[in-house]
């Protein structure tokens, strides 16, 4: 079955911990993507990497960190100094960064601080 | 810069009629338009893509959008709603000549199909 994996589904963190949220796709994309959604405000882009060992902070990267060491791999760290984390994770992909290409989702993780 | 508004939170319509959910672009070049639904506490699902061509887009489950030029504006339609309808539903515009080529997604429209 090709598709996005994210695992967990649920993620529970205390207050001051980092946690990783794994992200693992079989398409051979290039470009993969972390959104943050919150309620009313639709999906803002964390990073993105166009290809391995590359990628870019996207519109509210304070906080988190990710890395792109192999294609199918790009997960994202969650780290203390991000304020407000509580919020559900997307990771999707696509064939390139960019053109007419649609991006594919994964079913994405709950975070929530406790 | 691009961006995309999608200016109503919710739609309600009854099953059997048709619907229309609204969003507007703005881009400085030529766009890339798109739609998806999201289930509850599930990703998002793509449904259609506006690259150029006929205007009228036809996608999954028989959604349908409307590119509008002059009037910036990519709606979603379908003729007749079905329950199972019921979603959010967002659209997402690309910039052919923009320098950011990630996608930029608008705050999302929840769908309700009353029986």
């Known amino acids: 079955d090709g598709g996005i994996t994210q695992s967990p589904k649920y993620l529970f963190r205390k207050e001051g911990q980092n946690v990783t949220l794994s992200c693992e796709q079989n398409l051979n994309h290039d470009a993969m993507y972390w959104y943050r959604q919150d309620p009313g405000q639709g999906l803002r882009l964390i990073y993105y990497?166009?290809?391995?060992?590359?990628?870019q902070k996207g519109d509210i990267a304070e906080g988190y960190s990710v890395s792109r060491e192999k294609k199918e791999s790009f997960p994202l760290t969650v780290t203390s100094a991000q304020k407000n984390p509580t919020a559900f994770y997307l990771c999707?992909?696509?064939?390139?960064?960019?053109?007419?290409?649609?991006?594919?989702f994964g079913q994405g993780t709950r975070l929530t601080v406790v | 810069a691009q961006s995309v508004a999608q200016p109503e939170d919710q739609v309600n319509v009854a099953e059997g009629n048709p619907l229309t959910v609204k969003c507007t672009y703005s881009v400085s070049g030529n766009p890339y338009l798109f739609w998806y639904v999201q289930y509850p506490n599930r990703g998002l699902q793509f449904l259609l893509k506006?690259?150029?061509?006929?205007?009228l887009v036809k996608g999954s489950y028989g959604f349908e959008a409307e590119f509008n030029k002059s009037q910036t504006s990519f709606h979603l339609k379908k003729p007749s709603a079905l329950v199972s309808d019921s979603a959010l539903y967002f659209c997402?515009?690309?910039?052919?000549?923009?320098?950011?080529?990630?996608?930029?997604f608008g705050s999302g429209t929840q769908l309700t199909v009353l029986p």
């Open positions: 997402a515009v690309r910039d052919l000549s923009g320098s950011a080529r990630q996608l930029t």
């Open positions: 999707a992909s696509s064939i390139s960064l960019g053109g007419n290409t649609e991006a594919f």
């Open positions: 990497s166009q290809i391995v060992n590359d990628f």
């Open positions: 506006y690259i150029t061509g006929d205007n």
